[in-house]
């Protein structure tokens, strides 16, 4: 197995970095910032901000060279209230990627967590919001080594796992690993697809 530590908020920079190029050309992104120019360093700026938050309120675990990491929200702060996002930094986000930008991530963003609420409504579980595996390092088990690592604290505590996917070949992925496809679900206005799933205990999956 591969070693997998908490990440630090020392290394929250260099993490950042190998995290947006493994999402510059995942969906959601393309979606969000269009212009690919400018795509990458606004990735960068969205997932540092992210994963700051998930190292003050969740679980962020990383691969030794930190090309592969995984940020998760446990059960008592899945649903954030809107003063983290403020002071984490998401309040320059208009300016910082444009208000064209900011407005569509944020309607895509609305779409995700209706979603979210929906099916797992006030039921304790973690929240997997980003799995990232720069893309030089894919095909080296960092992905399931990383997520090994929160489904056995997640089945220890006996609650679910619930993600969603903005790419469709993710789905076989998931469920190979014991997770359960709940939804497709279409976000309004863009016709980004997205894909809901859940890993509970009683599943088995990863963390035998």
């Avoid at 999402?23 to 994963?51: C, D, G, H, L």
């Avoid at 895509?108 to 929240?127: D, I, K, L, N």
């Avoid at 890993?199 to 088995?204: F, L, M, V």
């Amino acid at each position: 197995m591969l070693p997998i530590s908490p990440l630090q908020l020392s290394q929250l920079a260099a993490a950042a970095e190998p995290a947006a190029a493994a999402f510059y050309s995942y969906p959601m992104f393309t979606a969000y910032f269009p212009n690919p120019e400018q795509r990458r360093w606004k990735t960068r700026w969205y997932v540092r901000n992210a994963i700051k938050i998930a190292l003050e309120y969740g679980d962020v675990q990383a691969t030794q060279d930190l090309q592969g990491i995984a940020f998760a929200l446990p059960p008592e702060h899945t649903h954030l209230p809107v003063s983290v996002f403020i002071r984490s930094g998401y309040w320059k986000a208009p300016l910082v990627l444009g208000l064209r930008d900011f407005y569509r991530s944020q309607a895509c963003e609305e779409a995700v967590s209706e979603a979210h609420t929906r099916w797992m409504q006030t039921q304790p579980h973690y929240y997997l919001w980003g799995l990232t595996v720069h893309p030089q390092a894919q095909g080296r088990g960092y992905g399931k080594a990383l997520l090994s690592q929160l489904l056995k604290k997640a089945a220890a505590q006996h609650v679910p796992v619930y993600l969603e996917t903005h790419t469709e070949n993710n789905v076989s992925y998931y469920q190979a690993l014991g997770f359960e496809c709940l939804e497709r679900v279409i976000t309004p206005s863009y016709e980004l697809p997205f894909w809901c799933l859940v890993w509970r205990p009683q599943d088995g999956g990863a963390s035998q």
